[in-house]
C-alpha cells in the first residue's frame, strides 16, 4: 500500500471505486457502523452488516437501497457476545464469498454499562464484545482476509478514550474493580493494541493482509450519549447527551476515517487515522497521535497472548 499523505479535506468522493469487492462492517445497523456500511455500499462494495438485531438489519439495509439502488447490501446475523455466533457467523459469510472478504470493519461495541455484564462465554461485556469478539473473529477471517488480491484490510476502530487508559493484564475483566467509562476506555485501548499487533504480526509471518485503525473523534451516536450519561436515566443523561450533541461532529463525518482506511491506496499498515481538528475530536481524515502505552511491543505480545487464552483460538 503505498503513499503516506492524505489529501486535505478528503472525504468519500476521493475513495476509488469497490467493485468486485466484500465489505464486512459489524454493528453496521446504525451510528457509524452504519455510515461506514453506506459508505462502502456507495462505492460499490459487496457490503455485509453484520450485527445481531434483524429487524434494525432489515432497516438498514432498506435505507441503503433506497439511498442507493444499485447497492448490493445483506444483513448477516452475529451476537458478539457469543463466540459461538462469531464462529458461525464467520463460517457462513466465508463459504457463502468463495472463501475471500476484501475488508473487515471492527466496528461494533458497547459502552458505559452501569453495572458490571459479562457475555455469555463469561466475559465482561465491554471487553469480550469491543476486543475478544473482534480479535476471535478476524482469527476465523483470517484466511479468507490472506486470499483477497492485494491482501484484505483490516480497520479496527479505536477511540481518543484509549490515551487516558492503561491495561490492567491481571484484570482485563474488570473483576476486581468496575468503573464503565474507565472500563470502556480499556477496552478501546485493548483495540488499538491489537490492531497494532495484528500488524506486528502479518509482516512478521508473511500474511497477505494490512491491519490498520481509525477512530471517529467525537460522533453524534447512540453508544456515546449513553456512555457518557453511564446508560443512567434522568437529568444526568439528558444534560450529557445536549453538551455532546452541541459539540459532536455528525455520525457520517465520524465514520470518515474508517472509510479511509477501509479504501484509500494511501492508507498505511499499522497506521492509525482520526479526525484533524481540535484534539482528534472533529474535523477531515488524517494521522491519529497513538499513545505510548498502545503502541508498546511488549504489551501488544501479551494481550495477544492473553486474548488467545481467554478466546481458545489462534491465527495459526
Known amino acids: 500500500m503505498p503513499g503516506t499523505a492524505v489529501k486535505d479535506g478528503w472525504t468519500l468522493a476521493d475513495a476509488p471505486r469497490m467493485d468486485g469487492k466484500v465489505a464486512i462492517v459489524t454493528g453496521a445497523t446504525g451510528g457509524l457502523g452504519y455510515q461506514t456500511a453506506l459508505g462502502l455500499a456507495r462505492q460499490g462494495a459487496t457490503t455485509i452488516l453484520a450485527a445481531r438485531n434483524p429487524g434494525k438489519g432489515a432497516h438498514a439495509v432498506s435505507r441503503i437501497r433506497q439511498a442507493i439502488p444499485s447497492a448490493n447490501v445483506e444483513f448477516a446475523l452475529v451476537d458478539l457476545a457469543n463466540l459461538a455466533s462469531v464462529s458461525d457467523f464467520a463460517t457462513a459469510i466465508t463459504q457463502q464469498h468463495g472463501g475471500v472478504i476484501d475488508i473487515l470493519v471492527n466496528n461494533a461495541g458497547v459502552m458505559g454499562f452501569p453495572t458490571r455484564r459479562q457475555t455469555r462465554d463469561g466475559f465482561e461485556q465491554q471487553i469480550g464484545v469491543n476486543h475478544l469478539a473482534h480479535f476471535a473473529l478476524t482469527a476465523w477471517l483470517k484466511d479468507a482476509l490472506c486470499a483477497a488480491p492485494g491482501g484484505g484490510r483490516v480497520v479496527t476502530v479505536a477511540s481518543v478514550a484509549h490515551r487516558r487508559a492503561v491495561l490492567d493484564f491481571d484484570d482485563l475483566q474488570s473483576q476486581r474493580s468496575y468503573v464503565p467509562r474507565d472500563v470502556y476506555a480499556r477496552t478501546k485501548l485493548a483495540t488499538l493494541i491489537f490492531a497494532l499487533e495484528l500488524h506486528r504480526r502479518a509482516q512478521r509471518n508473511n ?110
Open 207 to 316: 500474511w497477505n493482509l494490512h491491519s490498520i485503525a481509525a477512530h471517529p473523534g467525537w460522533a453524534r451516536t447512540d453508544i456515546v450519549t449513553n456512555g457518557i450519561g453511564d446508560g443512567a436515566p434522568g437529568p444526568k443523561a439528558w444534560l450529557m447527551d445536549k453538551i455532546f450533541a452541541a459539540v459532536a461532529q455528525s455520525a457520517s463525518d465520524g465514520a470518515l476515517p474508517s472509510l479511509y482506511a477501509a479504501t484509500a491506496p494511501q492508507a498505511q499498515d499499522g497506521a492509525y487515522y482520526g479526525p484533524t481538528g481540535w484534539r482528534e475530536t472533529r474535523g477531515a481524515p488524517g494521522p491519529a497521535q497513538i499513545y505510548p502505552q498502545a503502541a508498546d511491543p511488549d504489551a501488544g505480545a501479551r494481550l495477544w497472548a492473553l486474548s488467545e487464552t481467554l478466546t481458545g483460538i489462534t491465527f495459526a
